[in-house]
């Protein structure tokens, strides 16, 4: 049996990351792994709270939206019920829809990327994924998507925005490419594609 992994599925708002994380489930599953998957921000309480904030609920800065998000992610990682680290120790193969690198791109685009990288760094060490796939999407398809498939938009679902942040994307990539492992993928395509390409990438970590 092959090990489990720890995959992270990246991408601006509408890249299809929440399809193609089932996708590559349903490949794993039928390749013999136990599966988890998650996704960030998570449905616990500072998840939600984060919710809050983007669907307007709740106002806070982009500083606190940082800091929620760092909270946010140590929470995924060790909470003893149902914890990304927990699971890789009963042998899941975990998949999450977002991860640190979410963070460097989205709140680099309004504060210093290296404070943000800096304040996920104790996630970073307690785990790095074996695979971070970043779904590449023009700005305009993904904005195309959000209004296709909702009657509201959040927070940072804005043309300019998304711009902004798939440049921050690629800046981050530049700066930690020596301790990440990521793939890049062209997510313009039918989503029946795009996961083909994304299981022949997996496949090679098997």
């Not at 489930?25 to 616990?44: C, I, M, N």
């Not at 921050?168 to 492992?181: L, R």
């Amino acid at each position: 049996m092959a090990k489990n992994l720890f995959i992270a599925l990246e991408g601006i708002d509408g890249s299809g990351k929440s399809t193609q994380s089932q996708l590559l489930a349903r490949q794993l599953q039928q390749a013999g792994h136990k599966v988890y998957t998650t996704f960030e921000p998570t449905d616990s309480p500072i998840g939600k709270m984060i919710r809050d904030i983007f669907s307007h609920r709740m106002e806070a800065d982009h500083k606190v939206i940082a800091g929620l998000f760092v909270a946010d992610r140590l929470h995924h990682l060790s909470n003893q019920e149902d914890g990304i680290l927990k699971k890789l120790e009963e042998g899941y193969t975990v998949i999450s829809d977002r991860y640190y690198l979410s963070s460097y791109a989205y709140h680099a685009a309004h504060m210093s990327m290296d404070w943000v990288i800096n304040a996920n760094s104790m996630a970073a060490d307690l785990l790095r994924p074996d695979l971070n796939i970043y779904i590449d999407v023009d700005p305009e398809t993904s904005m195309e998507r959000i209004n296709k498939g909702r009657s509201s938009t959040e927070m940072y679902e804005t043309l300019d925005n998304l711009k902004n942040v798939k440049a921050k994307y690629f800046e981050a990539f530049e700066k930690v490419k020596h301790d990440e492992n990521i793939y890049i993928i062209n997510g313009n395509r039918e989503e029946e594609e795009v996961a083909e390409s994304i299981w022949q990438e997996v496949q090679k970590i098997l």
